[in-house]
Each structure stands twice: as structure tokens, then as C-alpha cells.
């Protein structure tokens, strides 16, 4: 169960919002859902309806989101890379929500199950070609804060210097929805049953 209370349609929001706070949520809604006569956050989006508890906050990344996905040419030329990625970080960060949220997308963008389950051995497995095992160094790189002068000369020369700083970019978005994810327990039922279970 998460921490806080989700936002997932504009009733749930906690307390009484004042005006300017009601005209946020009904904008967001109206942003996210339009033409809906009840619009709701599905809960496979649970970490949206997390920060939906800020409508204002929420809507500015909406709109960074449209941005990332739809228009910056690394994420939305690379389907299966960026894919790639967000599991990479996902498995860094221990991010089970996030991962299993993505085990679909990143099978219809050709990211086999077996390559998401070979994730912490890319090293030597062999599910893995140059340019999806350099994705996967970058992406830890990053996460981790060491990103050695070799290896962003490789992703430079591979992208070249725009979409290396694309890359990277889409990197600390997942991110930032990992540590949200984590921090606030958001959780939903996938299918997938429990790790561990």
C-alpha cells in the first residue's frame, strides 16, 4: 500500500483544495482525459496519481513527458533502446513497480523477457548486442554517478553529442520516477504476482 494518498481523479485529493487548487485539478484532469466525463488515473499509472497530489507540479511534467516521449529524437526514435534503459534503471534502483509497469512495452519494442531477466549479468550474457550492452554501461553509469570520460566518448560516438545528452536526460527522467515510486511504496497488481512469492 503507498504512503501517501494517490490522486487518482480529482475527488480523491486530500483535505478540501482551495480555489486555485481546484482549478489545477480540473485543468490536469481535463489535460490528461479530455472529453472524459469522469476522468481517473488508472492505477498501472499509480506514480502519476502520486504527484497528482500536486496538480501544478503534475501538470508541468505532463508536459516534460510529452515532450520526452513524443519529441526528443533519442526516446522516441529508439523505442527498444529506451526501453532497454528504463529496465536497466528500474533494476538499478530496485524499482519492482516500474519494472514489472514496463515488461510489456519493452516486449512489444523487442526487448525479450529473457534479455530483462539477464539485465544483472550483461556482461556475459550473451542476449546482448554492442550497442543494447553499451546502453546498459551507460544507463548504470549514470545512475551511479561515475561515468567515465571513455565510455561518454563511446555513447558520443555511437549518438553523437545531442542525443548522447538526450540519452541522458531520459535516464534521470525514469529515475525520478524510480525514487518517487520507491520512496511513496506505489504499488498495483500486474499480473505478475509478487517477487518472491
Not at 513524443?70 to 529506451?82: A, D, F, G, I, Y
Request: hydrophobic residues 40%; contains cysteine.
Amino acid at each position: 500500500m503507498a504512503r501517501v494518498k494517490l490522486v487518482f481523479k480529482p475527488d480523491d485529493y486530500p483535505g478540501t483544495p482551495d480555489a486555485p487548487t481546484k482549478q489545477a485539478l480540473r485543468e490536469l484532469f481535463e489535460h490528461m482525459f479530455p472529453g472524459h466525463a469522469n476522468p481517473e488515473i488508472p492505477g498501472k499509472s499509480s506514480a502519476f496519481a502520486t504527484v497528482a497530489r500536486d496538480p501544478r507540479l503534475a501538470m508541468r511534467l505532463i508536459k516534460l513527458s510529452d515532450y520526452i516521449l513524443r519529441e526528443m529524437p533519442w526516446t522516441s526514435q529508439r523505442q527498444t533502446l529506451k526501453q532497454l534503459a528504463i529496465q536497466t534503471l528500474n533494476f538499478h534502483y530496485k524499482c519492482d513497480f516500474s519494472f514489472q509497469s514496463h515488461i510489456r512495452p519493452a516486449q512489444a519494442c523487442g526487448i525479450t523477457l529473457e534479455q530483462q531477466a539477464c539485465i544483472p549479468f550483461w556482461k556475459t550474457a550473451n542476449v546482448f548486442d554492442d550497442e543494447q550492452r553499451l546502453v546498459i554501461e551507460y544507463t548504470l553509469a549514470v545512475v551511479t554517478g561515475d561515468v567515465p570520460d571513455a565510455l561518454f566518448a563511446r555513447v558520443v560516438k555511437q549518438y553523437g553529442e545531442q542525443e548522447a545528452l538526450e540519452f541522458t536526460v531520459a535516464i534521470a527522467w525514469w529515475s525520478f520516477w524510480a525514487m518517487i515510486i520507491n520512496a511513496t511504496r506505489t504499488d498495483f497488481d500486474f499480473g505478475y504476482g509478487k517477487p518472491g512469492a
